[in-house]
Each structure stands twice: as structure tokens, then as C-alpha cells.
């Protein structure tokens, strides 16, 4: 499952919400739905830290074997 679309689709859902409960005058609501909105946000951002640093750690070791040892001029 891709976490990070879910987490976005999360966050859209929330922030929906929380315009509802900022419309109808429910504060209490639409605080904890804003705040578990921007919480989902910042959970699909962090997936997407998390495979970019392993998209770029694996680049990093394949280019690491890549690479012939270094000629002493000997």
C-alpha cells in the first residue's frame, strides 16, 4: 500500500472537515480535525523524505561499486 497517498488523502479528508466545522461553528471540532490534518500532511511528506533518501542511498552504493580503486601510479 503507498502510505504516502494515503496520508494525503487523509489530510485532504481532514482539512474538509475541519472547513465543515469551521462553517457550522463547531470550534472544538474543527481544531482537532485541522490539527490531525496537518499531522496526516506532515506523515506523507515524511514518507516521501523516507524513500527519496533510500532512492538516493542505493544510487550512492551503486555508483560506490561502480568505481575502480584508486591507481597508486606504481
Excluded: C, H, T
Amino acid at each position: 500500500m503507498n502510505w504516502e497517498k494515503a496520508f494525503q488523502a487523509l489530510a485532504v479528508l481532514l482539512a474538509a472537515a475541519a472547513i465543515y466545522f469551521f462553517w457550522v461553528g463547531n470550534n472544538d471540532w474543527m481544531f482537532a480535525s485541522g490539527v490531525l490534518g496537518s499531522v496526516a500532511f506532515f506523515l506523507s511528506v515524511r514518507f516521501q523524505v523516507k524513500e527519496r533518501n533510500k532512492i538516493r542511498e542505493a544510487e550512492r552504493e551503486a555508483a560506490e561499486q561502480e568505481v575502480p580503486p584508486a591507481d597508486d601510479g606504481e
